[in-house]
């Protein structure tokens, strides 16, 4: 069991967790919320925590389908790894793969707005009211765009490979988290999504840079393999604090309707603490090779976790 845990890589199935938690909070404070009481129902708590679980199960199916694909690569940049390590077999990591895929999307097809309350009506709701599921199923896509050849394997180009990752991470998710308690047909939840698809634009190469060895060896053309370490840190630098101003701006324009005054502050703190992180990449760009987790990648996740539940408090208070 801890080497299936260790395989799905638990600590990043926090962030979608709670992208999908912060992002129904953001729907049910806003001015967007179908039902005018804003009651927290039975039915509304467990909808998230649905939504919620099968996101991080998603997440674990995505993880362990890209350690497959990387299995080779991972001999020489990550050998302890479960597979590489001869821990679990491949057949073994396949089987987990389709059950984690299985239980993290088909009970999605139930995730439907107010008034659908009871499981009969969200089960034989009209197609088009299963936004969540249609999001959920294309993060599903996204799995397989990103890691297998037969898909186009974008992992292995230096733009593609950002876009897969940014779009259902940080886009969908928020708007998947907001379909649990509203409709996706306005325009505050794509906004409070692409916050965080920028941010992710530039911050996922930095998982990138310890692992070029392995990566050039593998036919792998990451960022900083195609521009350099230095070139390539400086490209994804902006990335860490320019997203976040896109918050006060969105309050001040009235597209955001969660607290005005916290939506300003979070966002100059988020872009606060960007700018440290790009200091730390800056500095000393030849650093991030040195290291599988480099500061910068730790404060990527704490940033974006921070944020999701920032989002949330601005929308409740």
């Known amino acids: 069991m801890n080497r299936y845990v260790t395989l799905a890589r638990p600590f990043t199935l926090l962030p979608p967790l709670l992208g999908i938690i912060s992002g129904a909070v953001c729907a049910w ?27 991080a199960l998603l997440n674990a199916a ?17 050998p302890k790894r479960p597979l590489p390590a001869g821990e679990l077999t491949l057949r073994q990591a396949w089987i987990f793969t389709w059950i984690m895929f299985a239980i993290g999307l088909l009970p999605t097809w139930l995730v439907v707005p107010y008034p659908f309350t009871t ?32 898909f186009g394997r974008t992992k292995a180009h230096p733009i593609g490979a950002n876009l897969t990752i940014a779009i259902p991470r940080g886009l ?39 692992d070029i060895k392995g990566d050039r060896a593998g036919g792998v053309r990451t960022l900083p393999i195609a521009l350099g370490v230095r070139r390539a840190a400086y490209t994804i630098a ?8 896109l ?31 790009l200091w730390l990449i800056v500095r000393n760009p030849d650093e991030l090779t040195a290291t599988e987790n480099h500061p910068s990648w730790r404060h990527m ?16 208070v």
């Open 247 to 277: 918050m006060p701006l969105g309050a001040q324009l009235g597209i955001l309707t969660g607290n005005r005054v916290a939506l300003i502050v979070l966002g100059v703190l988020l872009a606060a603490w960007g700018a440290y992180t």
């Open 119 to 150: 499981w009969r009506a969200k089960l034989f709701a009209p197609f088009a009211l299963h936004e969540c599921f249609l999001i959920y199923f294309a993060a599903f896509i996204s799995t397989f765009v990103y890691s297998v050849p037969a």
């Open 62 to 78: 995505n993880n362990t389908l890209n350690q497959i694909y990387d299995v080779e690569i991972d001999r020489i940049n990550k």
């Open 301 to 316: 996740y704490l940033m974006m976790m921070a944020a999701q539940i920032g989002f949330a408090v601005a929308y409740v």
């Open 238 to 245: 902006p990335f860490f604090f320019l997203p976040w101003l």
């Open 172 to 210: 969908l998710l928020k708007v998947a988290g907001w379909t649990m308690v509203a409709r996706a047909t306005t325009l505050e939840p794509w906004f409070i999504g692409a916050i965080f698809m920028f941010f992710l634009l530039g911050a996922a190469s930095t998982k990138d840079f310890s």
């Open 29 to 55: 404070g806003s001015a967007h919320n179908p039902d005018p009481t804003r009651a927290i129902t039975s039915s509304v708590v467990l909808t998230v925590i649905l939504g919620s679980a099968c996101a």
